[in-house]
Structure formats: C-alpha cells, structure tokens
C-alpha cells in the first residue's frame, strides 16, 4: 500500500507527476561527459532559464535522463558552484509570479472572490516558504513579500 502526500489547502492526495528514472545509476546510452553537461547548463542559466527548465531541455533535447547521475550533484547545486545564483529561490518565485498574476487579474475583476481566496492561499504559501528559507538561510532575514489582500477588501 502506498502512501501519498497530501495537498496543502486542498482535500486530495496529489498523484499525477512526471516519474523520475528508476535506477540510480548512469544508463549505458548516454553518452554526454560531465564536463560538456556542465558548460550547457551554465550556457542555458545564462539565458535566463530556471533549474527545472533547464532540466526539462535536457530531457528533451539532449537526452539527459538525470543530471545529477552525471554529474554527481544536482543543476541548483552546479549553479551555486559557478557563482550563478538567483535572488529567489525557484519555488518561492514561482509563487510570487502566481500572486502576482492574480493581483493583476484581481485589479480589472474586483468582485471574483474565488480567486480572492486563491490569492489568499497563495499568499499563505508564500509566507510559509518565506519562513522556512529565512529558517535555513537560502533568503535574506529582513526579505518580505508584501501583500495586498486588504486593498481588494
């Protein structure tokens, strides 16, 4: 019986997700060296992609199942090595962006309080994440998202 994790401000256990190859070892058709891996990475940071894109392009255009079985440690880590390190972690901008987006939507349709209440759970996530990585030091102690659910109301 498998156990599944359950979702934040929602009544369901999350199953759909891309699944991640199965072995932990570097299958035999792959045929890119760490150090060709590492140049395209940094190539693809600096033009602007996030982790999980680059990740993504990996899988699709190169090839590449894992990089972390090549290179032995994962791209956000390869990253930091090289100096080339976002203000935000990938999570945490990713909500900012969500909110933001339904701030913008929320400023031509005042009245729609379902996405009031999804700017307020998102909201409640951001504060959450906030916590946690001022808690392990990946974001500035004095980094605060500010937020505007009392001018909607």
């Known amino acids: 019986m498998a156990l599944w994790?359950?979702?934040?401000?929602?009544?369901?256990?999350?199953?759909?997700h891309s699944t991640r190859p199965s072995s932990h070892n570097l299958p035999s058709w792959v045929s890119n060296n760490p150090s060709?891996?590492?140049?395209i990475i940094i190539q693809f940071s600096k033009d602007g992609l996030s982790p999980s894109e680059i990740g993504t392009k990996l899988r699709d255009v190169h090839g590449v199942p894992l990089a972390k079985q090549i290179l032995g440690k994962?791209?956000?880590h390869l990253l930091t090595d090289n100096n080339i390190v976002t203000e935000l972690p990938?999570?945490?901008?990713?909500?900012v962006k969500k909110a933001l987006g339904l701030q913008k939507h929320l400023r031509a349709h005042n009245t729609d309080r379902r996405n009031i209440r999804s700017l307020e759970l998102i909201e409640a996530k951001i504060h959450r994440l906030s916590k946690y990585y001022k808690r392990i030091g990946k974001l500035q102690k004095k980094w605060k998202y500010a937020a505007i659910i009392a001018q909607l109301e």
């Open 36 to 39: 060709d891996l590492s140049s």
């Open 5 to 16: 994790m359950a979702r934040i401000h929602a009544h369901t256990h999350g199953r759909s």
């Open 90 to 95: 990938e999570d945490l901008s990713q909500l």
């Open 74 to 76: 994962s791209i956000t």
